[in-house]
């Protein structure tokens, strides 16, 4: 959904999150289909108009989507604080590369 | 050109591995025709293949999946695969298809059940399901349709041992149909086709297994 802040297409999406996980993740085109597919169902993103002479569909979020977001990251922080609680700041500065 | 023709017990893995090991030979597939398999010479190893299976797909999801291959970069290959779907003239029932995807036509999705994928090799492996989530899900879609392939066949047994008598009179297909000898091979021939599903769906089951142990580990 990140990917998506701005109008993309799947190849986009699956070139976005290649780059940001340093090619760590790369979306084989089943998954890229039904993440598509499941998160337009759910109306958290949406088909923009389409340019004509362009082939591509493209996606953008919705308010929806964006308000899924900003939970799912409060809900990241909450697990990151609870980390940081037990495992301690020091040792998380230690294991940064982790 | 090299032709060659070949059926398979598990149309998916099995047709994906075959693929594979021809393009280890230096042979790419340039034209499928049901199971006449058409490759051209290539350097060895320089494509992979990938088997997916869309039968579950409505025309309009097919159609948007295959656009997104073309954006990717991935050729793609239609293949028909038919299992555990009725029949009238050119319209067929999927009761296992998405919504939508339930009465296939022949300009849709009839013969259009399998998608085999090629990539150039890049030295990383072709995976259509990059998380265990999806690949579990995509293993049971493809179970679904021996499931009522099973239960049809069972049903049409339980009826003719109650009944005593085939669901329609078969006798219009020649006289031999209907006679003992007749009766035997259909029945036989039901029985495999029935087994091999059974089979199938025990596979595709311990697969499952297996993936769902795996995603409980790395929890």
Sequence with gaps: MLAMYQPNHGYGVMQFVKEKT??????????????????????????????????KKEYVITDLGKEQVKAELKRMKEVYNIGLEIAGEGEMDNDQGV | MIREFRLFLDPVDGLEKWLNKKA???????????????????????????????GNKSDAERKEYESLLDEIGIRYFEKPLNLGQFAVGKI???????????WATSRGMINRELLILEKKNDGKPLEIYSN????????????????????????????????????????????????????????????????????????????IKSLKEKRNILE
């Design chain 2, 92 to 102: 067929q029932y999927r009761p296992y298809a998405n919504k939508g995807g339930k």
């Design chain 2, 132 to 207: 265990i989530e999806d690949r579990i899900a995509a293993l049971r879609e493809r179970r679904k349709p021996h499931f009522y392939l099973i239960g049809f066949v069972l049903l049409m047994g339980l009826y003719v041992f109650f009944f005593g008598r085939p669901l329609y009179n078969i006798s219009i297909l020649g006289t031999w149909i209907s006679s003992s000898l007749g009766t035997v091979i259909l029945w036989i021939l039901l029985g495999v086709i029935c087994a091999i599903s059974i089979v199938r769906t025990v596979q595709i089951s311990l697969s």
């Design chain 1, 22 to 55: 340093k090619g760590r993740v790369v979306f084989g085109p089943g998954t890229l289909y039904g993440a598509i597919d499941n998160l337009a169902k759910k109306k958290w993103i949406a088909p923009c108009a389409p340019v004509e002479g362009d082939r």
């Design chain 2, 24 to 54: 280890k030979e230096g042979l790419r597939l340039s034209k499928v025709q049901r199971c006449i398999y058409e490759f051209e010479r290539c350097k060895p190893g320089q494509y992979q293949y990938a088997v997916d299976y869309i």
